[in-house]
């Protein structure tokens, strides 16, 4: 079982690659690692009642707080990549989403079967 300060060791050397991965583009490598660092962020969590590794010394403390600020610091690095790729693919999708309700009401109007109004009601 591992430490509190060994978890969050672990954590940053996978926030350290997953900001590599997020300036490369891969999306599925940060995706991998977002979830391995999720269920490492759930152990600290569920742990957070226990005495397992309670009594901290300074040293500890100081290295958990350099970890933490690395670990952020890598977030914030991914989050300037993710976050113009998160805005193109909204705006692809929503382009997509207009272009069909477009498609719909012109198909609609125009009585070509297949497309909203039925061959038999054409004027």
Known sequence: MLTRLEIYEEISGLSSKMADAAR?????VVTGIERRIAQ?????ISDSGTDR???LNLANIDRTRALI????EDD???RRHVEPWMAHVRQFLGGQSRR????AAYSASDGRPGFGV???SRA
């Open 24 to 28: 490369a583009n891969d999306w599925e």
């Open 40 to 44: 490492l962020r759930d152990s600290l």
């Open 53 to 55: 590794d309670a009594v």
């Open 69 to 72: 600020e690395k670990i952020l």
């Open 76 to 78: 914030a690095e991914v």
């Open 100 to 103: 069909r309700q477009v498609e």
């Open 118 to 120: 039925s061959s038999g």
